[in-house]
């Protein structure tokens, strides 16, 4: 990846006062994009403020829903670039609400890609699905060409996203390409739902960290710096790509039981600090394990994740213990 690619190129952002679209914001700004970012709510704890990114860019107060705004800011700012991670991102959220779900993760993102057909300018658009859009496969690692059987409210969306976007690379050849991450953790994670920040905080605060299923779960997680670059690799390399999905995860699959006791002796806290598990037993909705092959995205990008499990748990809870103050 040069660090000359992104110099005076115009960038749009959905998503980017989430956790990892400001991080790809971060890495934008740092090599000399000009980046446009799109914000639905004025969040007071959001990752594109605790980055202190917000001066540094644009931002567009909307919904990626509304494709009158969507084709006016592409136009407008003369986008290049598109990085579409706005989304209803919480499983126990959409669940709840999947209809709120289902408006923001289908309906934004074929009200997004219309307008990136329509206006002349966009060269390169890359389109966040999940791991979660697979749903459950009796073999793994995922690769590529499995089919997407995601069947709860957010995998099902997730899919949908995933199907949308590569129709229209495939019909229209809109410049678009798909990404397929694992769980991704790192700096300014500000959702304590999910289980790495949430443990974290809980164990630096010596509160026991709680467990929500039975602890048995096998998941992947991807440090937030190697997401980013995924993402840019794939918009660099767009005209190779057009299409196509690409699965990026970090090799290590890990039980969450596990994973929260690792949390805890890294923090320090070991003998001080102990789990608490929810349930019994599994829960009937949850898939008993999510993991990646990224063999395609190495083979054909040269990606690989840089930052293994432990290192990037030590680098986030580093930053935690440094911004606890600022954690809700």
Same mark, same amino acid.
């Given at each position: 990846?040069?660090?000359?690619?992104?110099?005076?190129?115009?960038?749009?952002?959905?998503?980017?006062?989430?956790?990892?679209?400001?991080?790809?914001?971060?890495?934008?700004?740092? +090599?000399?994009?000009?980046?446009?970012?799109?914000?639905?709510?004025? #969040?007071?704890?959001?990752?594109?403020?605790?980055?202190?990114?917000?001066?540094?860019?644009? #931002?567009?107060?909307?919904? #990626?829903? !509304?494709?009158?705004?969507?084709?006016?800011?592409?136009?407008?700012?003369?986008?290049?670039?598109?990085?579409?991670? =706005?989304? +209803?991102?919480?499983?126990?959220?959409?669940?709840?609400?999947?209809? %709120?779900?289902?408006?923001?993760?289908?309906?934004?993102?074929?009200?997004?890609?219309?307008?990136?057909?329509?206006?002349?300018?966009?060269?390169?658009?890359?389109? *966040? %699905?999940?791991?979660?859009?697979?749903?459950?496969?009796?073999?793994?690692?995922? %690769?590529? !060409?499995? /089919?997407?059987?995601?069947?709860? /409210?957010?995998?099902?969306?997730?899919?949908?996203? !995933?199907?949308?976007?590569?129709?229209?690379?495939?019909?229209?050849?809109?410049?678009?390409?798909?990404?397929?991450? &694992?769980?991704?953790?790192? /700096?300014?994670?500000?959702?304590?739902?999910?289980?790495?920040?949430?443990?974290?905080?809980? *164990?630096?605060?010596?509160? *026991?960290?709680?467990?929500? %299923?039975?602890?048995?779960?096998?998941?992947?997680?991807?440090?937030?710096?190697?997401?980013? @670059?995924?993402?840019?690799?794939? &918009?660099?390399?767009?005209?190779?790509?057009?299409?196509?999905?690409?699965?990026?995860?970090?090799?290590?699959?890990?039980?969450?039981?596990?994973?929260?006791?690792?949390?805890?002796?890294?923090?320090?806290?070991?003998?001080?600090?102990?789990? @608490?598990?929810?349930?019994?037993?599994?829960?009937? @909705?949850?898939?008993?394990? +999510?993991?990646?092959?990224?063999?395609?995205?190495?083979?054909?990008?040269?990606?690989? =994740?840089?930052?293994?499990? !432990?290192?990037?748990?030590?680098?986030?809870?580093?930053?935690?213990?440094?911004?606890?103050? +600022?954690?809700?």
């Amino acid at each position: 990846m040069s660090n000359s690619f992104w110099k005076s190129r115009n960038a749009f952002v959905t998503g980017a006062t989430g956790f990892a679209g400001a991080h790809i914001t971060r890495m934008l700004v740092e +090599q000399g994009a000009r980046v446009v970012c799109l914000q639905r709510d004025a #969040v007071r704890a959001n990752s594109l403020d605790l980055f202190d990114l917000r001066r540094r860019v644009t #931002v567009v107060n909307g919904s #990626v829903e !509304d494709f009158g705004l969507m084709e006016r800011i592409i136009a407008e700012y003369e986008i290049e670039a598109v990085f579409h991670l =706005a989304a +209803q991102a919480i499983v126990g959220a959409a669940n709840r609400s999947p209809l %709120s779900t289902f408006e923001a993760n289908i309906r934004g993102t074929y009200s997004l890609l219309e307008a990136c057909r329509r206006v002349d300018t966009i060269r390169r658009v890359v389109v *966040a %699905s999940s791991d979660k859009a697979y749903g459950s496969h009796d073999e793994l690692p995922y %690769s590529e !060409d499995y /089919p997407l059987l995601g069947l709860f /409210p957010y995998d099902a969306s997730k899919a949908c996203t !995933d199907i949308i976007a590569r129709s229209y690379g495939h019909t229209y050849r809109t410049p678009v390409v798909v990404s397929r991450f &694992a769980n991704i953790y790192g /700096p300014g994670d500000m959702n304590m739902s999910r289980i790495i920040p949430g443990t974290i905080v809980s *164990a630096l605060r010596d509160e *026991a960290p709680i467990i929500r %299923s039975d602890g048995t779960p096998i998941r992947e997680f991807i440090y937030v710096d190697d997401v980013a @670059r995924g993402y840019l690799t794939l &918009a660099e390399r767009i005209d190779e790509v057009i299409g196509e999905a690409f699965n990026f995860g970090a090799g290590e699959a890990v039980r969450v039981l596990d994973l929260v006791k690792r949390i805890i002796r890294l923090a320090g806290k070991e003998g001080r600090v102990e789990p @608490r598990v929810m349930l019994e037993r599994k829960i009937e @909705r949850e898939i008993d394990a +999510q993991f990646l092959s990224a063999e395609k995205a190495e083979a054909r990008l040269g990606w690989r =994740a840089e930052i293994d499990l !432990d290192e990037g748990l030590r680098r986030t809870i580093d930053w935690y213990r440094a911004h606890l103050d +600022q954690v809700q």
